[in-house]
């Protein structure tokens, strides 16, 4: 019965790593060789044409049509050196994952044959029509169709045998039905509201870039094995599997030695992933068995993102090559380390300055500390919205559960920070500001380590942790879109930065001095902004009481959590920063718990499915063969004797019997709770119906199931178990 088990196993056994050839090139060589980067746009574009286009990806100056077409036509020559016969406009609907849709180039010549075209008209805009993409009842198919369109600053690449042109998708209303366009919102608004705080400091700045390094920590699972379990195969995640005698007890695995055939994978990814110029640059094993981690260096935000969708792509086809599959799910295995995205982020300047980073004078410092006391204030006001912005179906089991990051907000800033920020707050502002013997100012700021860096003491509880130089934001789910915190906490930024700058001009245009102005304010915002700076264990008991009380918020329900997005203090600040409208937001959490229903609706149907067709079958067949042994031992032994000896056979029949009666009644009772939930016409009640009275019984359904696997003969268990796994590479 379970042979099919058994050769999956021993066949994932025997698999050798696959070979990889190293291109003849050195990566420096290979790097970006599918990319339209500037250096192909130097060599494909008339040089009045590339300075349109490089105005346009650094300025956001618009293109003409005319340019478009020149841009277009450098691009298909290009594209066709590299044998590519199609194009497509690639976008993140609000799915997770991108969606695309091919063109060839060829189009009727007019005398019977064809001729290869693509003009800027195909560049600019495309309709995705007919496509059915979530859209929380913005765009009604008959009223109003969304178009695709093109995003200059993020280049075009090279896929198979597919010219992928970035864009953004948006209802002819106006309205974003993606994650690009409220991206880029949010980062004009960060990079305005940012540029008027620099210029306290430096009036230099033109222009500050939100930046991003992602983490991706992902697990690998031989495909064979994977295949074998629907429930991953359906679902993404194990929906059962007792734990493994052995799992990360021993921490054995973080940083460990990287198994062969998982290295072979690897290199094949990185060195794809260079050649579409994504600049990966970290590996290693993570915590949990079969779980790893890949890093790129960090990039501006836009584009960073569109690297961690593609590396996704790319990860799962690479993953197919070398017979894994690769597993992006936060909590695929039960009581094994989940996966995250840490999404490190910070601001720098174009004259070269990280704002979040300490410099060598005191006004360094005081631009220093202006940045990062604002950034605690756009956390502390939107931690519920930062949290909604993490928040999925599937991040859910990570968030709360013990492991980065808590359920909960905040913020560790180490003890260096910590005690700068209390020198300010505990001083006097005159011994702050004051006038040296020429006249020429001083500040009272301590002196900050650049070596900050080392020195932080990696709080892995802290859920927005400062780390030297940025803010790592590790609460982001590992098959999210980096977007979706990305926006919230830029537009969250931004909005806080422009009330700083009303605030300190209010204060200089009454007369005082512009360093004084800016201590003011920041000695209130840090005595303020106290509650969400947290350097403790954001895992222990007390800390959920402790926020309680500091009025963070604390709530766990994922479909509640989303309601954040739709407080007034959240849609006042979307809309005054320009990020998104009311009417968006409104939409956009319909699609929310929308997917929220779905993802939960999906595992139950599976879990239901499985527990009646493969566990209890397997179970009862089991039972049987105990049944049929504590007969014959009647018809052997003494009735007594038999009796004795067949006590340990007769306790485990009823126990199955007690298992498999209560999976079955609670299958059923699931059943008729969807029907129920179902009815809800909204869908945010239904959702919480989903979260409220479907989910938990998924884990109580699981626990009878994993006891019956501890139970039931090994041999007749049919479903790959959590040892082989975990461990089998
Ligand atoms: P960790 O020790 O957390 O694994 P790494 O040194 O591997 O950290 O860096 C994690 C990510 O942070 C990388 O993508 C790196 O490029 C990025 N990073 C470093 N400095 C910054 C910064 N100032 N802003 C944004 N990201 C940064
Ligand atoms: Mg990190």
Known sequence: ??????????????????????????????????????????????????????????????????????????????????????????????????????????????KGGMIEEFSGKLLVQQEPDASS????????????????????????FVVDDTLCIPTVFIAYTGESLDYKAPLLRALRAVDKAA???????NPEVKKVVAYLGWEQEYFLVDEGLYAARPDLLLTGRTLMGHEASKNQQLEDHYFGAIPQRVMAFMKDLEIQALQLGVPVKTRHNEVAPNQFELAPIFEECNLAVDHNMLIMALMRNVARNHGFRVLLHEKPFKGVNGSGKHNNWSLGTDTGI???????????????ITFIVNTLMAVYHHDGLLKASIMSATNAHRLGANEAPPAII???????????????????????????QKSELKLDIPQIPELLIDNTDRNRTS???????????????????????????????????????????????????????????????????KPICFDGNGYSEEWKQMARERGLDCETSCPLIFDNYLTEGSVAMFEATGVMTRKELAARNEVKWEMYTKKIQIEARVLGDLAMNHIIPVATKYQTELIDNVYKM????????????????????????????????????????????????SERKKAIAYHDNIAPMLEEIRYHIDKLELIVDDRMWTLPKYRELLFVR
């Open 1 to 110: 019965m379970s042979s099919l088990r058994f050769n999956v196993v021993e066949d994932a056994f025997k698999k050798k790593a696959a070979t990889v050839a190293a291109p003849a090139e050195r990566p420096d060589k290979y790097f970006g060789k599918y990319v339209f980067n500037r250096e192909k746009m130097l060599e494909f574009l008339p040089q009045a044409v590339y300075s349109k286009l490089t105005d346009a990806i650094d300025h956001g100056t618009p293109l003409s049509r005319d340019v478009a077409d020149q841009v277009a036509a450098g691009m298909k020559q290009w594209a066709l050196s590299l044998g590519v016969t199609h194009y497509t406009h690639w976008f993140q609907p609000l799915t997770e994952g991108t969606a695309e849709k091919h063109d060839s180039f060829i189009e009727p010549d007019g």
């Open 133 to 156: 993409f979530p859209n929380g009842g913005i765009r009604n198919t008959f009223e109003a169709r969304g178009y695709s369109a093109w995003d200059p600053s993020s280049p075009v």
């Open 195 to 201: 540029v008027d705080v620099c210029h306290y400091f």
């Open 354 to 368: 990280l704002l979040m980073a300490p410099g060598k004078t005191a006004t360094d410092n005081l631009r220093f």
């Open 410 to 436: 905040s913020s560790f800033l180490g003890k260096t920070l910590t005690g700068v920020l209390e020198h300010l707050e505990t001083s006097r502002l005159e011994d702050l500001v004051s006038l040296g």
């Open 463 to 529: 859920p927005f942790a400062f780390t030297g130089n940025r803010f790592e934001f590790r609460a982001v789910g590992s098959e999210a879109n980096c977007a979706g915190a990305m926006i919230a906490l830029n537009a969250a930024v931004a909005h806080q930065l422009t009330l700083f700058k009303q605030e300190v001009d209010g204060l200089i245009a009454a007369g005082e001095e512009k360093n004084t102005a800016i201590l003011t304010v920041v000695r209130r915002y840090i005595k303020e902004c």
């Open 634 to 681: 009647q018809s052997i032994f003494p009735a007594e004797k038999a009796a004795h000896m067949s006590a340990r056979n007769l306790e485990l029949i009823e126990q199955i019997a007690n298992h498999t009666s209560f999976i079955k009644e609670h299958v059923d009772a699931m059943v008729e709770a969807r029907k129920v939930a179902n009815r809800e016409l």
